[in-house]
């Protein structure tokens, strides 16, 4: 196997009216790794077209194209012939549990059976690079583990993954090491395991200065200036970064507590906004405003009457 | 230009499992037998109720089995893995031509056997055919990219079939509508022309024309091929 040399370099990609989808970037590839980039749909499209370019990937489309009439077994010996490869089927049959299935034909077979093929396509094209769109997405719980699987398998033998889903919790099944897209270029989210941050705080006391939200098992850390704004729904409490929510256990009040010394700022009963991101004030009434913070959503953050006054001391008009 | 016989042959069985087991389209192959049978049956013995079979196996069978093979890999999005492999341009349209070929081939010689027809010249008969065969293969083949789906590949193949098959009838209107001279230039009549003179005695100069002129029409239409493909290529991918 050949392992690549250079590293990816994508171009800053804007869409048809000059907004732009993704800035320029490296993809943050290393061999015998897995690593997650966390995505939007319509992000992970445009990449995968500028992607598909490069000889040395395979790219594990979310949707492609199956010959319905063949079976399992002959359409992988296909494939194996197109991409002369060494790899016996029965192997790759196995580690994607579809030996018993091998005679069905494709047309017959369920979606999560279905992206067991792809997978097994996948180990037969033998391509330094992997590129994966949606890995486990609408699968059933034995086909994740299935997914899971084989991506270690394909990660022991040092090829180099990527995996990309709009699905954050999807990516850290597979690895610690996830990405996002700022407007600048990737970010890496700081994941930590849950229990190694329990005993820290238990030894040290320490104050965290990072705000810990909560995705199934795992925290995610966000530093005070990465977050636009903190909303509380119902007694819920989202973090905002990016336009993305993700769920906080904190309270808003020890929220602000915590985070009025990173410049931000209590402008209404449920919300918190980080006033560095702020652009306008925008008056719509006597009684009511809204903040649009800066980056390309504009986002609407509202600002009550009474806090009006105390923001503008802050700010100093 | 190095062709990898592995690829190809790969392909070549892929397209025979996948149309064996449509009979939708493969039992279409059956209609110019039908149809030659029926002539045999009529008892007419003339080179143009000959060539009808002929000309109805090579649009039926050719061009529409081609269309369709093409069609289908676009349809289900299996062209652009076809696309994305390690498989060259020549390649994957040489491996979904192969199968189309050989069935142009059976078929053809099925029909000539039940009409009967006995050429004057078989060896050049047969050169004649084959090159017609690649002739209609590659427009089966631009058809194919052209259509989006296996249904609309069945419409935009009736254009072809009349104008290639049918079309070599209008000549007996030609002297009532001029326009209709062109007709003298599609390789279908063409193919006739050069049957006809095969019967009686023949020049080595009656044979530059319908050669030359077939030979034409199939550069121009692998011309045409390879610029929607590689139009097809960029849009797709």
Same mark, same amino acid.
């Given at each position: 196997m050949e392992k690549f040399q250079q590293p990816i370099k994508i171009p800053t990609i804007t869409t048809f009216d000059g907004r732009m989808l993704l800035p320029s970037f490296q993809l943050p590839l290393t061999s015998g790794e897995i690593v997650g980039m966390h995505l939007d749909v319509f992000q992970i499209d445009c990449l995968l077209k500028y992607l598909q370019h490069y000889s040395n990937m395979n790219i594990f489309f979310r949707q492609e194209g199956h010959y319905e009439r063949m079976t399992?077994?002959?359409?992988?010996?296909?494939?194996?012939?197109?991409?002369?490869?060494?790899?016996?089927?029965?192997?790759?049959?196995?580690?994607?549990?579809?030996?018993?299935?091998?005679?069905?034909?494709?047309?017959?077979?369920?979606?999560s059976q279905l992206q067991r093929v792809k997978l097994a396509k996948l180990l037969i094209h033998e391509k330094p690079i992997h590129i994966i769109e949606e890995p486990y997405q609408n699968?059933?719980?034995?086909?994740?583990?299935?997914?899971?699987?084989?991506?270690?398998?394909?990660?022991?033998k040092g090829y180099t993954i990527c995996l990309l889903s709009a699905s954050l919790e999807d990516l850290m099944i597979s690895t610690n090491s996830v990405f996002r897209i700022e407007d600048t270029g990737l970010e890496k989210f700081d994941l930590q395991e849950e229990n190694s941050i329990d005993m820290k705080v238990d030894k040290q006391a320490i104050k965290l200065e990072k705000i810990p939200t909560k995705i199934k098992d795992k925290l995610v850390l966000f530093n005070p200036p990465e977050i636009d704004y903190i909303e509380s729904v119902e007694?819920?409490?989202?973090?905002?970064?990016?336009?993305?929510?993700?769920?906080?256990?904190?309270?808003?009040?020890?929220?602000?507590?915590?985070?009025?010394?990173?410049g931000f700022f209590r402008c209404h009963r449920s919300y918190i906004v980080n006033l560095q991101k702020v652009r306008e004030v925008i008056t719509w009434s006597k009684n009511s405003y809204s903040l649009v913070l800066s980056g390309k959503e504009r986002l609407n953050v509202p600002l009550s009457r009474s806090k009006l006054v105390e923001l503008k001391e802050i700010i100093g008009i | 230009? &190095?062709?990898?016989?592995?690829?190809?042959?790969?392909? $070549?069985?892929?397209?025979?499992? #996948?149309?064996?087991?449509?009979?939708?389209?493969?039992?279409?192959?059956?209609?110019?037998?039908?149809?030659?049978?029926?002539?045999?049956?009529?008892?007419?013995?003339?080179?143009?109720?000959? +060539?009808?079979?002929? &000309?109805? *196996?090579?649009?039926?069978?050719?061009?529409?089995?081609?269309?369709?093979?093409?069609?289908?890999?676009k349809e289900k999005n299996t062209l652009r893995n076809l696309m994305l492999s390690p498989a060259t341009i020549p390649e994957i349209l040489i491996g979904k031509s192969m199968l189309t070929f050989i069935i142009t081939?059976?078929? $053809? *010689?099925?029909?000539?056997?039940?009409?009967?027809? &006995?050429?004057?010249?078989?060896?050049?008969?047969?050169?004649?055919?084959?090159?017609?065969?690649?002739?209609?293969? *590659?427009?089966?083949?631009?058809?194919? $990219?052209?259509?989006? *789906?296996?249904? #609309?590949?069945?419409?935009?193949?009736?254009?072809?079939? +009349?104008?290639?098959?049918?079309?070599? +009838?209008?000549?007996?209107?030609?002297?009532?509508?001029?326009?209709?001279?062109?007709i003298e230039w599609l390789p279908s009549t063409q193919l006739i022309n050069l049957a006809e003179s095969l019967e009686n005695n023949f020049k080595v100069g009656d044979l530059v024309q319908p050669f030359g002129l077939i030979s034409l029409w199939i550069i121009i239409v692998m011309i045409l091929t390879v610029i929607v493909y590689n139009k097809r290529m960029k849009d797709d991918i």
């Open positions: 399992i077994f002959e359409s992988l010996k296909f494939e194996k012939k197109l991409y002369n490869s060494n790899i016996e089927i029965d192997d790759a049959l196995n580690i994607t549990g579809l030996l018993k299935a091998k005679k069905l034909k494709i047309k017959n077979l369920s979606y699968l059933d719980i034995e086909t994740k583990r299935i997914v899971e699987r084989t991506l270690n398998f394909l990660k022991e007694g819920e409490v989202n973090v905002f970064v990016t336009g993305v929510a993700y769920p906080c256990s904190l309270t808003l009040s020890e929220l602000e507590r915590r985070l009025i010394h990173f | 230009m &190095n062709l990898s016989m592995k690829r190809m042959q790969a392909i $070549l069985v892929k397209d025979y499992k #996948e149309f064996s087991r449509n009979l939708a389209v493969s039992s279409t192959i059956l209609v110019p037998l039908v149809i030659a049978l029926f002539y045999s049956r009529m008892g007419i013995d003339t080179i143009q109720v000959h +060539f009808m079979a002929i &000309n109805m *196996t090579f649009s039926l069978v050719a061009t529409y089995i081609q269309c369709c093979l093409i069609a289908e890999e081939i059976l078929i $053809l *010689t099925g029909s000539i056997l039940l009409t009967g027809y &006995n050429p004057g010249n078989t060896l050049i008969m047969i050169i004649a055919f084959l090159l017609s065969s690649i002739f209609y293969i *590659t427009i089966g083949t631009l058809l194919g $990219l052209i259509a989006k *789906t296996v249904m #609309e590949s069945s419409v935009i193949v009736m254009p072809v079939f +009349f104008l290639f098959s049918i079309g070599p +009838f209008a000549s007996a209107f030609v002297e009532k509508y001029p326009v209709l001279k062109v």
